[in-house]
């Protein structure tokens, strides 16, 4: 995980970065562990948070596009199992730069896999740290 990754620079911009699913708190838990995510990771099952950021749901073409269904394919040819998906797979993710309780930046993708480069977050936290 790239963000976890660079756990470094961004605490040394005195930063966080908080992780917010919609999942149950006990899946969110076990998720957080498996990934050794090392801020908070926050349960929004009624997404409040993801309304208020205006992320919305994919359209089934992003989600299932050919680019999608080539790589499960492939881990089907590589003999990996594909299980069902337990969450809302068309609920899209995004990322925001919060200071002072405040939406600085807001990064909203179109599709699934169309999230914000680290470079474009760490700058956009950099910015807002060196703002008054």
């Known amino acids: 995980m790239e963000v976890r990754d660079a756990r470094d620079q961004i605490e040394a911009m005195d930063a966080i970065a908080v992780a917010v699913g919609f999942s ?3 899946a969110l838990a076990a998720l957080a562990d ?12 009624d997404r409040v948070l993801y309304a208020r950021l205006g992320l919305e749901r994919a359209p089934r073409r992003a989600v299932y596009n ?3 269904l080539n790589r499960y394919a492939k881990a089907v040819a ?11 797979v068309r609920q ?6 919060v200071k002072n309780g ?12 169309d999230r914000a480069p680290l ?5 956009a936290v950099s910015e807002a740290a060196a703002a008054s």
């Open 102 to 113: 405040r939406v600085v930046r807001a990064f909203r993708p179109a599709s699934p896999d």
């Open 78 to 88: 590589r003999g990996e199992g594909l299980k069902r998906p337990v969450e809302d």
């Open 24 to 26: 149950p708190v006990d």
């Open 92 to 97: 899209l993710g995004g990322d925001a730069v």
């Open 66 to 68: 050919p680019g999608t």
């Open 34 to 45: 498996q990934l050794a995510w090392p801020w908070p990771f926050l349960s929004d099952t």
């Open 119 to 123: 470079s474009t977050l760490l700058a």
